[in-house]
């Protein structure tokens, strides 16, 4: 991809989206990465820019950039602090607002891209932080640490971006973790749980519904299969266990005949969950 770009292409767009330069963001000390003077880059230098080797960006890139692809190809200037107040009389005295600062893609091209990254969590290195009846988009990322001048072996810091929902973003989670130890080398299987429980967080903060349109996942031999729960109310005990068969059923109450249930009609959940059962 990086010589179907070439290199004149490929440095303007991380031009475009902010790599090599401060954000702005109210924080002091930020550092604008390392990116390649165009005038050095050769073969070697557009090869290892092209999959992220040779560069660095900061979190705070990272995350601005991203936020760009998913939003219709706006970039804005961060901020932490939304505004200050005066104590006393309630004068505002600082205030950040929304700041566009240019457009790098298409809102085409940033469709694509959500599409894309929703079926990296649904069919790729993401899986692991796939939500049922939620979007999320995502993408994994494993950089491999420098130590004067060296790369060291076996000392990396896996990443994980994501986007919920990944047809309409409210929110870019990033999750990094330095050097982690006993587990595979693979972002896919260390970050990716845990982005899934932060996401769980922020779906429940924000008030995000759910959707029934998600790109279905593509099961691994140790995912459970989710099924909807069907309407079981008004059925007798034995028509209920016959139509609950993939669910572990637990009654209560005297009776035969089903008057309440839990979890509701169509909700779906992973197979052998507990489904409960009013008689009476």
């Known amino acids: 991809m990086g010589q179907m770009l070439g290199k004149d292409r490929l440095f303007s767009y991380l031009d475009k989206f902010g790599f090599g330069n401060k954000t702005g963001i109210d924080l002091s000390g930020e550092g604008k990465g390392i990116i390649f003077p165009l005038?050095?880059?050769?073969?070697?230098?557009l090869a290892t820019?092209?999959?992220?080797?040779?560069i660095s960006v900061t979190p705070i890139q990272q995350v601005t950039a991203v936020s760009a692809v998913v939003n219709g190809g706006k970039l804005y200037k961060p901020y932490i602090v939304k505004s200050i107040e005066e104590k006393e009389t309630g004068t505002t005295i600082l205030e950040n607002k929304k700041t566009f600062v240019r457009q790098t893609i298409s809102k085409e091209t940033s469709k694509t891209m959500?599409?894309?990254?929703?079926?990296?969590?649904?069919?790729?290195?993401?899986?692991?932080?796939?939500?049922?009846?939620?979007?999320?988009?995502?993408?994994?990322?494993?950089?491999q640490k420098v130590e004067n001048g060296v790369y060291l072996v076996n000392n990396y810091i896996m990443s994980f971006m994501a986007v919920v929902p990944a047809n309409n973003p409210k929110a870019v989670v990033y999750l990094a973790i330095d050097n982690p130890k006993h587990t595979a080398m693979l972002s896919?299987?260390?970050?990716t749980p845990v982005a899934r429980r932060i996401l769980l967080d922020v779906i429940d903060a924000l008030k995000i519904e759910k959707q029934n349109d998600q790109i279905e996942k593509e099961l691994e031999w140790s995912d459970k299969e989710v099924y909807e729960v069907p309407n079981v109310v008004g059925m007798d005990k034995k028509e209920a266990t016959k139509a609950l068969?993939?669910?572990?059923?637990?009654?209560?109450?005297?009776?035969?005949?089903?008057v309440s249930q839990s979890p509701e009609a169509g909700t779906r959940v992973e197979e052998n969950t507990i489904v409960r059962l009013l008689l009476q």
């Open 245 to 258: 068969q993939n669910f572990t059923v637990e009654y209560s109450g005297d009776g035969e005949k089903v």
């Open 49 to 54: 820019t092209a999959f992220g080797q040779g």
């Open 188 to 191: 896919s299987y260390t970050t």
């Open 39 to 45: 005038s050095r880059v050769g073969n070697i230098e």
């Open 114 to 143: 959500r599409r894309a990254l929703e079926n990296v969590v649904a069919k790729g290195g993401g899986k692991k932080a796939y939500i049922d009846g939620y979007r999320i988009g995502g993408k994994t990322g494993t950089a």
